[in-house]
């Protein structure tokens, strides 16, 4: 009969059960008292100060431009020629294409033709009503005959006054055949070309857009409309607007409110504004979406923390402020908050010592230690934040 293997024989298999056993329970009951004897917990913290953080709203806003022309032409006629370059800058009263002017040219011409034969006309006529006028004075001639007379000589005066306005009109026809740019800006697409028939009014060349100065159209609750009422009537501080990129990181621009729409959209109850933006680099493009943020309060003086340190919890905001060494939950209501910003109504006051970083190992009463390199953050920075 062969002979078992030690290992598998059943008292060396106790043996070993019950040494892995007393291993594992001697491993937890040695690090238990680690868990619970554990040192101070290092966090970066900050002291409160009072700062010069202004009200700010922010939202979603779309670039508009000021002006835009859609440029048609006024006569119709063949398009001679096009004098613009897709995407160019032009100026106010800039040739932007020619319509083949002959046919205008013909009848500016028969009507300056036909001026010309009345008022002719009408000098013989005020001739002749000259002489009919000093002959019916010394009784030469019937009154019919005077009567006459001066009826010829305010016809042909009715008549030259006629061509004189069909020779304006056909200047101003003239006029059209030019087609000038009526304000400055960027030209998009051209939409004809040269050798095609275009019809007044329905056929569009190319589109004109203004684009400096330029605006952006955006909307604010109506909870705002008293903080931007005291702006547009002077009695607060300048309404300075901040243009962003979409995502509002990147700041593109700096304008100022100047439309405030005269009623509220019942729909969002949302109240529509423009703010205007000088633009000289062309940072702000028609079409665009951006982030606008709108100053409304300087906010000189208020107490001010980073807002990574506002902590939400079931009764509502808090920090924990440290206090001999020690975490202490306290509640705190924010004002308004603004990216790394937090402005605080109450719960804090200048020179208290909160925690920023650190939370996730912090609980109430436990004892907390400044980490290593993060003791600047605990000193205010008195020449420009505190007051």
Same mark, same amino acid.
């Given at each position: 009969?062969?002979?078992?293997?030690?290992?598998?024989?059943?008292?060396?298999?106790?043996?070993?059960?019950?040494?892995?056993? $007393?291993?594992?329970?001697?491993?937890?009951?040695?690090?238990?008292?680690?868990?619970?004897?554990?040192?101070?917990?290092?966090?970066?913290?900050?002291?409160?100060?009072?700062?010069?953080?202004?009200?700010? $709203?922010?939202?979603?806003?779309?670039?508009?431009?000021?002006?835009?022309?859609?440029?048609?032409?006024?006569?119709?006629?063949?398009?001679?020629?096009?004098?613009?370059?897709?995407?160019?800058?032009?100026?106010?009263?800039?040739?932007?294409?020619?319509? #083949?002017?002959?046919?205008?040219?013909?009848?500016?011409?028969?009507?300056?033709?036909?001026?010309?034969?009345?008022?002719?006309?009408?000098?013989?006529?005020?001739?002749?009503?000259?002489?009919?006028? +000093?002959?019916?004075?010394? =009784?030469?001639?019937?009154?019919?005959?005077?009567? #006459?007379?001066?009826?010829?000589?305010?016809?042909?005066?009715?008549?030259?006054?006629?061509?004189?306005?069909?020779?304006?009109?056909?200047?101003?026809?003239? +006029?059209?055949?030019?087609?000038?740019?009526?304000?400055?800006?960027?030209?998009?697409?051209?939409?004809? &070309?040269?050798?095609?028939?275009?019809?007044?009014?329905?056929?569009?060349?190319?589109?004109?857009?203004?684009?400096?100065?330029?605006?952006?159209?955006?909307?604010?609750?109506?909870?705002?409309?008293?903080?931007?009422?005291?702006?547009?009537?002077?009695?607060?501080?300048?309404?300075?607007?901040?243009?962003? /990129?979409?995502?509002?990181?990147?700041?593109?621009?700096?304008? +100022?409110?100047?439309?405030? =729409?005269?009623?509220? /959209?019942?729909?969002?109850?949302?109240?529509?504004?423009?703010?205007?933006?000088?633009?000289? &680099?062309?940072?702000?493009?028609?079409?665009?979406?951006?982030?606008?943020?709108?100053?409304?309060?300087?906010?000189?003086?208020?107490?001010?923390?980073?807002?990574?340190?506002?902590?939400?919890?079931?009764?509502?905001?808090?920090?924990?402020?440290?206090?001999?060494?020690?975490?202490?939950?306290?509640?705190?209501?924010?004002?308004?908050?603004?990216?790394?910003?937090?402005?605080?109504?109450?719960?804090?006051?200048?020179? =208290?010592?909160?925690?920023?970083?650190?939370?996730?190992?912090?609980?109430?009463? +436990?004892?907390?230690?400044?980490?290593?390199?993060?003791?600047?953050? $605990?000193?205010? #920075?008195?020449?420009? /934040?505190?007051?």
């Amino acid at each position: 009969m062969p002979t078992r293997p030690a290992w598998k024989r059943p008292w060396v298999v106790v043996v070993l059960v019950a040494a892995i056993a $007393a291993a594992w329970w001697w491993s937890t009951r040695g690090a238990a008292p680690v868990a619970r004897g554990g040192g101070p917990v290092p966090v970066v913290v900050e002291t409160v100060a009072l700062r010069d953080v202004p009200t700010l $709203a922010r939202s979603i806003g779309t670039v508009t431009p000021l002006a835009h022309v859609s440029v048609r032409p006024q006569v119709d006629g063949v398009l001679a020629a096009v004098y613009f370059k897709e995407g160019e800058m032009v100026t106010a009263g800039q040739r932007l294409a020619k319509i #083949d002017d002959r046919t205008l040219v013909a009848r500016l011409a028969q009507a300056r033709a036909e001026r010309a034969s009345g008022e002719a006309q009408l000098v013989a006529a005020q001739a002749e009503l000259t002489r009919m006028s +000093s002959l019916a004075s010394q =009784d030469l001639v019937a009154a019919q005959a005077l009567d #006459d007379a001066k009826a010829r000589a305010g016809q042909l005066s009715a008549a030259v006054a006629a061509s004189e306005a069909a020779v304006v009109a056909g200047e101003v026809a003239l +006029s059209y055949a030019q087609i000038k740019s009526p304000i400055s800006g960027r030209v998009g697409l051209r939409k004809r &070309d040269a050798g095609n028939v275009v019809r007044a009014g329905v056929d569009e060349l190319v589109a004109v857009t203004q684009l400096a100065p330029i605006s952006v159209m955006f909307a604010l609750p109506q909870s705002y409309l008293a903080q931007v009422a005291r702006l547009r009537d002077g009695a607060g501080a300048a309404a300075i607007v901040v243009a962003y /990129d979409q995502d509002g990181l990147a700041p593109l621009a700096t304008g +100022s409110l100047t439309v405030v =729409d005269n009623a509220v /959209d019942a729909a969002t109850g949302t109240i529509a504004m423009r703010a205007t933006f000088d633009n000289a &680099d062309g940072a702000l493009w028609p079409g665009q979406f951006v982030t606008i943020s709108l100053q409304t309060a300087p906010g000189a003086g208020v107490v001010a923390i980073a807002a990574k340190a506002v902590r939400q919890g079931a009764q509502g905001p808090f920090v924990f402020r440290v206090i001999d060494g020690k975490a202490a939950q306290t509640p705190i209501t924010v004002a308004h908050e603004d990216g790394a910003v937090a402005v605080i109504a109450s719960g804090l006051e200048a020179g =208290d010592v909160i925690i920023v970083d650190g939370h996730s190992r912090v609980k109430p009463g +436990s004892p907390v230690r400044v980490a290593e390199g993060a003791a600047a953050a $605990a000193k205010p #920075d008195t020449a420009k /934040d505190a007051k």
